[in-house]
């Protein structure tokens, strides 16, 4: 993966450096899983018959599904990623609902507006692109 030559530059070893890969891969998985849960996902399930009356649907599509289609992206993938189960895979949904919020429901939104979005996508577009890194609930389960 790495380079023999990229520890000269960093002055950490090649299987130092994909140690430190590893576990900044779990980092990054993990906390922004537990951001998208606790700010988004959670307060749309724990309060689903108010979020369902409330929540902006873009598409025409019903306020239940499209606040279901919401909570599957904000709280089973982020779940999923967490685990390391699918996470490629678990991005996509999470990137789409992003996209939605940023391209067709808050098109006003200057840059700073909407950094917080911005920077999930650019996070969870990041984690689908290395995939979980080895550190993954599946492989421990095997490991048994």
Not at 30 to 35: A, F, I, Q, T
Not at 103 to 116: D, K, T
Not at 130 to 142: E, F, N
């Amino acid at each position: 993966m790495l380079s023999n030559a990229s520890h000269l530059q960093s002055g950490v070893s090649p299987k130092r450096a994909q140690i430190l890969i590893c576990w900044g891969l779990l980092f990054m998985r993990v906390s922004v899983s537990l951001l998208l849960l606790q700010v988004h996902g959670l307060p749309k399930l724990m309060h689903w018959s108010v979020e369902v009356q409330r929540i902006e649907d873009p598409f025409g599509l019903g306020g239940t599904l499209t606040l279901g289609l919401a909570v599957f992206a904000e709280v089973i993938c982020p779940v999923l990623l967490i685990l390391g189960v699918w996470a490629r895979l678990a991005c996509l949904p999470i990137l789409a609902v992003l996209a939605v919020a940023v391209l067709f429901v808050h098109p006003e939104w200057s840059l700073e507006q909407g950094q917080f979005a911005w920077l999930l996508m650019i996070l969870f577009a990041g984690l689908a692109i290395t995939g979980p890194g080895p550190l993954v609930i599946g492989k421990a389960l095997r490991k048994r």
